[in-house]
Each structure stands twice: as C-alpha cells, then as structure tokens.
C-alpha cells in the first residue's frame, strides 16, 4: 500500500510541476490561462494556443504528457480506493467526515502497529508533531501543536489536524478500536485491531 501512495503523490506533484510549466510557457507567448486544472486546464490552453503549427505541436505534446498522468493518478486512486474498502481499520476511519481512503491508508500504513505507543505524545513524538511549551521556574505547561513535518500535514490532511474531528466524538463508540488521543485541541486517532 505504501508504494502505491507514494508512486501517487510523485503523479500528483509531476502533474502540479506540469501545470505550472505550460502556465508559465503559455505566458511566455502572452496566453494568460484561467484557473481550472485537469479538463478545464486542457481545454483552455487548446482554446487559446496560437496559429504557430510548433507551438501548438508543443502544447499539446505537454497536455497529452499531462493527460497521460492524470490517467495513471487516477487509476492508482481507484486502485487505493478499493483497497481502503477492503481494509476494516481503513473503513471504519473513512466513516469520519473528510477522511477519504487515501488519508485513510496513510494514516494506518505509517502508525502500522498502534500497541508499540503506550501513550498519545509518543504517537505525536513519532509523528513529528511539537507541543507549544512554556517552562519558567517550577511552572511547566504542555500547550496546543504548534509545529510540525510538512510530509505528515501533506500525508493526513484533516485527519491528523483534527479540525473537523472535533465535533464527532461519537466515533468512541465503536469501542477500543479507536482511541481519542486529546490535547487542547487537538485530535489524533489510533486504530486498534
């Protein structure tokens, strides 16, 4: 499973990469293109490329690079998809709102076996995640995260944010399966099998 996000994640930045190329190409040759990605990209610059039979031959050389890795992108999320249906910790965590299979899968493949933390900072130590502290004389005070690695916020999106996981504590119920790992505002969910 860790492969294929990966592999996913490299598509998605090529495409971004790919994008920005023929905005900034296009704007070479004074073509402003609007905002849209994936079909409406495509059918902008076509609607605006020159008369020049090189330039438009380049232009849609890079759209049809483009086109082909949206495709591959596209069927390894089908493919994480039906994957993430077939996983019972995966399902359970995609009842969550905006918690999708990829975030799902990301989430179980990098915590891998929830019984090696004993207690909520050590998945937020493992994490990368930094609590605000403030430390004078006797007083110690854990505050909310402040900072942390850019490859977890781009992994979990919302999911290890906790900002739309507050409201649904009622995901306790479903027993010892989930954990609610809670400091100041903060939400972190460990799977248990």
Not at 30 to 50: E, M, N, S, Y
Not at 135 to 159: K, T
């Amino acid at each position: 499973m860790r492969a294929l996000l990966i592999t996913r994640d490299q598509l998605v930045g090529m495409r971004t990469a790919l994008i920005n190329k023929i905005r900034g190409l296009a704007k070479t040759f004074g073509i402003l293109i609007g905002p849209g990605k994936g079909g409406t990209f495509a059918r902008q610059v076509r609607a605006q490329l020159p008369d020049d039979p090189i330039l438009s031959s380049l232009f849609e050389t890079l759209l049809n690079i483009l086109g082909t890795i949206q495709e591959r992108s596209h069927g390894i999320a089908k493919q994480l998809a039906r994957i993430g249906r077939q996983n019972k910790i995966c399902r359970l965590l995609m009842t969550t709102p905006s918690v999708g299979p990829i975030n799902a899968i990301s989430f179980v493949t990098t915590i891998e076996d929830p019984h090696r933390f004993r207690r909520s900072q050590d998945v937020g130590a493992y994490l990368g995640l930094t609590p605000r502290r403030y430390q004078s004389g006797d007083v110690d005070i854990n505050g909310r995260i402040f900072s942390w690695r850019r490859d977890v916020d781009l992994a979990f999106g919302d999911l290890a944010a906790g900002g739309s996981l507050r409201r649904f504590r009622g995901l306790c119920a479903h027993g010892p399966r989930i954990r609610w790992l809670a400091k100041h505002d903060q939400v972190l969910l460990v799977c248990r099998p």
